[in-house]
């Protein structure tokens, strides 16, 4: 139990009942993370040359119109912005589909496996304001581990986890906490909890995939000693939208 500006979290096991909240939680922290992606992506220098152009095109075309060159660069945004919607819907959409269809199956029913949720007492009234998950690993090949991305391609220090040794390793994922609870120390509370249970279980290693807009995220990982060992930009999404979004996959991982 820890409490912190007037908000007491305490932290537990899934159950079943728990479903539609964290069903929904999922969603809002998944969608959240559509606009800072299309604020990073707009600013890379590439896009903002070719924002530029085509706005520079709509005023030529358009007569010297000011509407126009601002019309063809909104329909720019608008591309961008539905491709990084097509991003993260489309892994939110699939992963409702599979883990998230059925916590108690997918992680509770295993126990190299495990699932966490954050209650909060609010007026009196207790309710769920964070989640983490963790997947025992063991004996696998950690190339797998992008499927949910469909990518597979990584660089970048990759050596690092070649070998998930003989305790396994595991992989945390869906660390959501709501809004208004953010900022009270409980983003480390969930990430702490899901290091002690890989402590537990042997596992060697805890990793973990975060896409690069997730800065906050990103800084409390580094926090607890996380580093990034590979990277990839291929996403489940058309090529093409993967391209115009320019969002990267970080794989981060402590040793335990």
Known sequence: MAQKNNIQFSIREYR?????????????????HVYPAFFKAMGNPDHVGIALSICMAGYVLGGSSYFQALLFGSAWAGL?????????????MRRLSTDM???????????????????????GQSKV??????????????????EDWNGGVTGGGSELAQDAGEG??????????????RRKNLGSQLTRKALDFCKERGFARLLLDVSAPQTAAISLFQKFGFVQAAFHCDTHANRWFAKLAKINVMRMEKLI
């Open 80 to 92: 961008i912005y539905y491709c990084c919607l097509d991003i993260y819907e489309g892994y939110m």
């Open 168 to 181: 396994g390793y595991g992989e945390m994922s869906h660390l959501i906490v709501a809004f208004p609870c």
């Open 101 to 123: 269809a059925n916590v108690q199956a997918s992680y509770l029913e295993n126990p190299d496996n495990g699932f966490w949720v954050a209650e909060a007492d609010i007026n």
């Open 16 to 32: 079943p009942t728990d479903q539609h909240v964290v069903v929904s939680l999922f969603r809002d922290g998944i969608l959240e």
């Open 129 to 146: 304001v964070g989640m983490v998950a963790v997947m025992g690993k063991r004996g696998e090949e950690e190339g797998e581990r992008f």
